[in-house]
């Protein structure tokens, strides 16, 4: 049972960069061949898909935030991260990782982390 | 960007109850669509993919039809650990976009 879980710091500055890390267990990143997402939601509201780190190190990033953005992935570590640069309160939300369900980038989100919330306060 | 907007954000129901959701895409996506059930402070959770296929492990209860730009959600029968929040989401064109929302409440 593949199991997704996100960490990194609840609290940024605005200005600043937000880093999460998106741990994989239960599965290999590298041996899988899926797409690998950073989902938000922001409070009380709809789900925005961030973009997707393929095993390989490709991407594909939301245009709305593409000039903001890097997702990486360590497969050593079996983990890949989001930066979002020059945050402001509006980036407030809870940050999800999810793998798709198939081997494609076409897919739903089949497994989704539990969520973490940051919050972009001075 | 395509669209996605559902209808309605709530609606109230009772346990027994039969219920549809509705999600109109802004441009036809073919049978690229999903469902996905959210509960608070929870993550969502895949129910219906390809429109009508349902994933492993959700009851019967629940299903999917439509194409193109028009889609829905049924649950047959609602149970008390039904009443939570739906989201549509496309997933034929990037970025991939979700619905706004359905919140299905007890009566």
């Known amino acids: 049972q593949v199991q997704l879980q996100e960490s990194g710091p609840g609290l940024v500055k605005p200005s600043q960069t937000l880093s999460l890390t998106c741990t994989v267990s239960g599965g290999s990143i590298s041996s899988g061949g899926y797409y690998w997402s950073w989902i938000r939601q922001h409070p009380g509201k709809g789900l925005e898909w961030i973009g997707y780190i393929y095993y390989s190190g490709s991407t594909y990033y939301n245009p709305s935030l593409k000039s903001r953005i890097t997702i990486s992935v360590d497969t050593s570590k079996n983990q890949f991260s989001l930066k979002l640069r020059s945050v402001t309160a509006a980036d407030t939300a809870v940050y999800y990782c999810?793998?798709?369900?198939?081997?494609?980038?076409?897919?739903?989100?089949?497994?989704w982390g539990q969520g973490t919330l940051v919050t972009v306060s001075s | 960007d395509i669209q996605m907007t559902q209808s309605p954000s709530s609606v109230s129901a009772s346990v027994g109850d039969r219920v549809t959701i509705t999600c109109r895409a802004s441009?036809?996506?073919?049978?690229?669509l999903a469902w996905y059930q959210q509960k608070p402070g929870k993550a969502p959770k895949l129910l219906i993919y390809t429109a009508s296929t349902l994933h492993s492990g959700v009851p019967s209860r629940f299903s999917g039809s439509g194409s193109g730009t028009d889609f829905s959600l049924t649950i047959s029968s609602l149970q008390p650990e039904d009443f939570a929040t739906y989201y549509c989401q496309q997933n034929t064109g990037f970025p991939y976009t979700f619905g706004q929302g359905t919140k299905l409440e007890i009566k």
């Open positions: 441009q036809g996506i073919g049978s690229w």
């Open positions: 999810a793998r798709g369900l198939d081997r494609d980038a076409v897919t739903p989100f089949e497994y």
